[in-house]
């Protein structure tokens, strides 16, 4: 059952697929007609789901359910994870490329990889109040709090500590 994102609750299961690329405006409509699509018809062991999505900062695709209503299974997470690597393909976007790095830099997402981190808290383009996104938080409520963060305050604080070692 599709409902508007914002009138889902911040007790809302999220999923965060980051793009590798910024999404353009025409392929935000479009990926958004299929999302719509797919989760009027998402289900977990033929129960409606009450789900939405959104983009949010031409990079994030989140899913979002309510398992208030409904718990979301296995099978229908599955089937989710494969309608977003479906999206990619029609797409040419990779939203399951872990080692890329989101970070809040000017006024816009810059994509870093994880093998180019070191270098950049060396060269002090990256510093642990840089604005990183956790994308492993789990609720909609952690969109507001928990998401943008300073980095030095996540995983990658061991890497401002080995650079204060050098």
Known sequence: MLTYFEAMGDNSRIWI?????????????????????????????GSDLKASGTILHDHFLIIC????????????????????QGL????????????NLAFWQGEGIEIIKLNDLKGLVADG?????????ENTIQTKGQLQTEWRVKAGETWLKRYFKAALNV
């Open 88 to 99: 990619g393909q029609k797409f040419n976007i990779d939203f399951f490329q872990r080692t």
């Open 65 to 84: 359910t309510d398992e208030s209503f409904n718990l979301a299974s296995g099978c229908s997470i599955d089937s989710s994870v494969q309608f977003v």
């Open 125 to 133: 383009t990256i510093g642990p109040d840089s604005l990183f996104f």
């Open 17 to 45: 697929y980051q793009s590798d690329r910024p999404i353009g405006e025409e392929e935000k409509a479009a990926i958004m007609i299929d999302s719509e699509a797919f989760l009027k018809q998402w289900a977990a062991h």
